[in-house]
């Protein structure tokens, strides 16, 4: 006989709940930290991102020729970016247009 009293038995249910209940608990602070590495990789990703268009752009500026050819690329990245502001801002404005005459 493994469990001669009922005393016994609950007491191993206790136990087994206290397991499960510290294996979820062990699960959540499991997924709060990979949670924390993701944003930590890809702040990580976006500051060597950052750091490298800086860099380049610090490239371009050494010499007559760089500095020519660091305005034009700045005179790209702000038409670029222009643009995609054009664009996403009419876009907005046609649908909301669209949705209000029918």
């Not at 249910?13 to 510290?22: F, I, M, P, R």
Request: proline share 1%; glycine share 8%.
């Amino acid at each position: 006989m493994i469990h001669p009293t009922i005393q016994a038995s609950l007491n191993d249910l206790v136990a087994s709940l206290a397991t499960a209940g510290t294996s979820v608990a062990q699960a959540v602070v499991a997924l709060f930290y990979l949670g924390l590495a993701f944003i930590h990789f890809w702040i990580d990703k976006y500051a060597q991102f950052a750091q490298t268009c800086i860099q380049l752009g610090f490239d371009l500026f050494r010499g007559v020729t760089g500095f020519i050819v660091a305005n034009f690329f700045v005179l790209l990245v702000l038409g670029g970016g222009y643009y995609w502001w054009t664009t996403q801002s009419h876009a907005g404005k046609r649908s909301r247009a669209i949705t209000t005459r029918k």
